[in-house]
């Protein structure tokens, strides 16, 4: 189905492009994480990998011509899909099944997006719960099933941070009126994140070899009062034996022989059994759980202070109490949608006077640009309602629609003699 996106603008283009091309790279690593559940880590790497970059590619191909021809067409889409599945059945040794309901997967979350066609990236928090449950699931699983896909997982939640700390303050970044940021920031701070991953992975490497190495050490020692209590053990089971010998007689059918109770091979030495890949597999699985529980714990209480359900109010304790009776509670969801009521009527009637918000144009860069001037509580509470910081009192409600109603007034010159 081909249809049109609802911009005129060149910067809307460009941002919805870069918002596509992040989604596409986010859910091709949604993809490569469930693709750990079916297929070992030779061949996750060798066959799917290559073609799931592929897809990427190609996504990222489609959401460049639908920021330059302003139309989302879905045969170009088709066409590169319907190669790469024939590369990965001719040129890799991959299952037509699964190759084909990753590219459905696919195909299927980037029509999802665009049916927002906002161009601000917000990755919230639940979206990184769904993946690191799953990257948990995979891990906790993968020993079971001989996968052995437990560092793929691992570098895909490391690209999937990367991700979301450079391409979103960048994104972020051109949004602005100014449209000129330092946008090496975000590059900087993606490069420290590489590397203080590379340095905490050797030195967890040295680490562990340290303390296998101490360990071995210890049972070396311990070793040392094992092999005396194990030779008193012998010595009692051949004493054993001899009498039993001796009652029943030697060489009888009831006798025991001495290579008859001697196992058939040595004792393991205790230091042989160990092995340092469990380790680091529990204690990362612990540290993706850890993680799962902070994004949910942060979600709910961010859930809580936004109360976005219709007719609910909490109670707000102020800083400093007030002497007398008050009312507790703030019907936050009330006083919010009056504000954005308030504001969307402003627009419409701005608009009707060729003095429309630009896109890409904040509240406060408007308003200089009509000579519209006010306090700075105004614009605190229409940025508290906007980005979602927490609801607002029915009296910062009220304030907000009187000023408005007030700017509305300052632009329209009808007058009561008009009237």
């Given at each position: 189905?081909?249809?049109?996106?609802?911009?005129?603008?060149?910067?809307?283009?460009?941002?919805?492009?870069?918002k596509?091309?992040?989604?596409?790279?986010?859910?091709?690593?949604?993809?490569?994480?469930?693709?750990?559940?079916?297929?070992?880590?030779n061949?996750?790497?060798?066959?799917?990998?290559?073609?799931i970059?592929?897809s990427?590619?190609?996504?990222?191909?489609?959401?460049?011509?639908?920021?330059?021809?302003?139309?989302?067409?879905?045969?170009?889409?088709?066409?590169?899909?319907?190669?790469?599945l024939?590369v990965?059945v001719?040129?890799?040794l991959?299952?037509l099944?699964?190759?084909?309901?990753?590219?459905?997967?696919?195909?299927w979350?980037m029509?999802?997006?665009?049916?927002e066609?906002?161009?601000?990236?917000?990755?919230?928090?639940?979206?990184?719960?769904?993946?690191?449950?799953i990257?948990?699931?995979?891990?906790?699983?993968?020993?079971?099933?001989?996968?052995?896909n437990?560092?793929?997982v691992?570098?895909?939640?490391f690209?999937?941070l990367?991700l979301?700390?450079?391409?979103?303050?960048i994104?972020r970044?051109?949004?602005?009126?100014?449209?000129?940021?330092?946008?090496?920031?975000?590059?900087?701070?993606?490069?420290?994140i590489?590397?203080?991953?590379?340095?905490l992975?050797?030195?967890?490497?040295?680490l562990?070899?340290?303390?296998?190495?101490i360990?071995?050490?210890?049972f070396?020692?311990?070793?040392?009062?094992?092999?005396?209590?194990?030779?008193?053990i012998e010595h009692?089971?051949?004493?054993?034996?001899?009498?039993?010998?001796?009652?029943?007689?030697?060489?009888?059918e009831?006798?025991?022989?001495?290579?008859?109770?001697?196992?058939?091979?040595?004792?393991?030495?205790?230091?042989?059994?160990?092995?340092?890949?469990?380790l680091?597999?529990?204690?990362s699985?612990i540290?993706?759980?850890?993680?799962i529980?902070y994004?949910?714990?942060?979600?709910?209480?961010?859930?809580?202070?936004?109360?976005?359900?219709?007719?609910?109010?909490?109670h707000?304790?102020?800083?400093?109490?007030?002497?007398?009776?008050?009312?507790?509670?703030?019907?936050?969801s009330?006083?919010?949608?009056?504000?954005?009521?308030?504001?969307?009527?402003?627009?419409?009637?701005s608009?009707?006077?060729?003095?429309?918000?630009?896109?890409?144009?904040?509240?406060?860069?408007?308003?200089v640009?009509?000579g519209?001037?006010?306090?700075?509580?105004f614009?605190?509470?229409y940025?508290?309602?906007?980005?979602?910081?927490?609801?607002?009192?029915?009296?910062?409600?009220?304030?907000?629609?009187?000023r408005?109603?007030?700017h509305?007034?300052a632009?329209?010159?009808?007058?009561?003699k008009e009237?």
């Amino acid at each position: 189905m081909e249809y049109e996106i609802r911009s005129s603008s060149t910067d809307f283009q460009k941002l919805l492009t870069m918002k596509l091309c992040f989604l596409a790279g986010v859910e091709s690593l949604f993809a490569f994480l469930l693709m750990t559940f079916l297929a070992p880590r030779n061949q996750l790497l060798s066959d799917y990998l290559p073609l799931i970059m592929l897809s990427f590619l190609a996504l990222s191909v489609w959401a460049v011509i639908i920021g330059r021809s302003g139309k989302v067409i879905p045969l170009p889409l088709y066409g590169m899909f319907a190669l790469i599945l024939l590369v990965g059945v001719f040129f890799f040794l991959v299952n037509l099944v699964f190759l084909a309901g990753v590219l459905v997967y696919l195909y299927w979350r980037m029509n999802s997006h665009l049916e927002e066609m906002e161009y601000s990236i917000e990755i919230s928090s639940g979206a990184w719960v769904i993946f690191l449950a799953i990257a948990a699931a995979s891990m906790m699983t993968s020993p079971m099933r001989g996968m052995e896909n437990g560092t793929p997982v691992i570098v895909t939640i490391f690209l999937y941070l990367l991700l979301t700390v450079s391409v979103t303050p960048i994104q972020r970044m051109m949004s602005h009126e100014s449209g000129k940021g330092p946008y090496y920031v975000p590059l900087m701070l993606m490069g420290a994140i590489a590397g203080v991953a590379m340095v905490l992975g050797l030195v967890s490497f040295v680490l562990m070899q340290v303390v296998y190495w101490i360990l071995s050490k210890i049972f070396w020692v311990f070793s040392f009062a094992v092999d005396p209590i194990y030779n008193a053990i012998e010595h009692l089971r051949d004493l054993v034996t001899s009498l039993f010998n001796e009652m029943y007689g030697g060489g009888g059918e009831g006798s025991l022989e001495k290579g008859q109770v001697e196992a058939e091979e040595p004792p393991l030495p205790l230091s042989q059994g160990m092995s340092l890949d469990w380790l680091v597999m529990v204690l990362s699985i612990i540290a993706v759980l850890l993680i799962i529980v902070y994004f949910y714990v942060r979600r709910k209480g961010s859930d809580a202070a936004k109360r976005e359900g219709k007719g609910f109010s909490v109670h707000a304790y102020p800083d400093n109490p007030v002497e007398g009776t008050q009312s507790s509670d703030y019907d936050y969801s009330h006083a919010d949608d009056r504000i954005r009521e308030a504001v969307t009527e402003f627009e419409r009637f701005s608009h009707s006077r060729n003095a429309g918000r630009n896109v890409n144009e904040d509240l406060r860069a408007w308003f200089v640009r009509l000579g519209l001037e006010d306090e700075e509580r105004f614009f605190i509470i229409y940025e508290q309602v906007r980005y979602g910081r927490g609801g607002v009192s029915p009296e910062d409600g009220d304030f907000f629609v009187r000023r408005m109603e007030v700017h509305t007034s300052a632009m329209s010159p009808v007058s009561e003699k008009e009237a």
